[in-house]
């Protein structure tokens, strides 16, 4: 099973940005699933957006315009570009990957890294 280790999180200012990355131990050509989620604190985990392994990409209404999610194949790495950052983006962010678009149970997570935003 393929592991997933995030990196790239931190402190940012509204307004700023940020990139995650998150490198898979083995080839991430046949996860048609690769995606982002988080949890702000007292809330629960809420999917941020995910591209297939077709390149296609779908995001959530409050990140998209904000968020851009891709995948390098050739390096076995999910990217999570954010831009124009808001305090309510505040949380830990998950990678995660699947075989499948639809089956929930079939995901692989990261261990998750913070992500602060505030001045």
């Known amino acids: 099973q393929v592991q997933l280790v995030e990196s790239g999180g931190g402190l940012v200012q509204p307004g700023g940005s940020l990139r995650l990355s998150c490198t898979a131990s083995?080839?991430?050509?046949?996860?048609?699933?690769m995606g982002w989620y988080r949890r702000a604190p007292g809330k629960q985990r809420e999917l941020v957006g995910f591209?297939?392994?077709?390149?296609?990409?779908t995001r959530a209404d409050s990140v998209r315009g904000r968020f851009t999610i891709s995948r390098d194949n050739s390096n076995n790495t999910l990217y999570l570009q954010m831009n124009i950052l808001k305090p309510e983006d505040t949380a830990v962010y998950y990678c995660?990957?699947?075989?499948?678009?639809?089956?929930?149970?079939?995901?692989?997570w990261g261990q998750g890294t913070q992500v602060t935003v505030s001045s």
């Open positions: 995660a990957a699947g075989k499948t678009l639809n089956d929930p149970t079939d995901r692989t």
């Open positions: 083995a080839s991430i050509r046949s996860l048609n699933f």
């Open positions: 591209v297939t392994s077709g390149g296609k990409q």
